[in-house]
Nanobody
Framework: QVQLVESGGGLVQAGGSLRLSCAAS????????MAWYRQAPGEQRKLVAWIGSTNTTVYADSVKGRFTISSTNAKNPLYLQMNSLKPEDTADYYC?????????WGQGTQVTVSS
């Protein structure tokens, strides 16, 4: 069993930066990918950034060039560096680990960007 805990969210002005972290506890086995998702009020959860086991990355068009997903060789923790933040980046951010055929989720961390 793996548990994920996000941290690093908060209130920031537009143009500012935040770095989210996702700490995993438990045995990380058969890891195929990690990702960050976000969910704004009244909207569905959406993929923000994805990183595969060989460090291939994929980003949503809305965050390309501003956000960077990364991790350590131990695949723990997972990070999301967010620069040039915009009010539309306001959401709850969730990390996800895919181990085997199961997805594990954190409880989320709130990011609010003021204009």
């Amino acid at each position: 069993q793996v548990q994920l805990v996000e941290s690093g969210g908060g209130l920031v002005q537009a143009g500012g930066s935040l770095r989210l972290s996702c700490a995993a506890s438990g045995v990380i086995f058969k890891l195929s990918a990690m990702a960050w998702y976000r969910q704004a009020p009244g909207e569905q959860r959406k993929l923000v950034a994805w990183i595969g086991s060989t460090n291939t990355t994929v980003y949503a068009d809305s965050v390309k060039g501003r956000f960077t997903i990364s991790s350590t060789n131990a695949k723990n923790p997972l990070y999301l560096q967010m620069n040039s933040l915009k009010p539309e980046d306001t959401a709850d951010y969730y990390c996800q680990y895919r181990l085997g055929d199961r997805n594990y989720w954190g409880q989320g961390t709130q990011v609010t960007v003021s204009s």
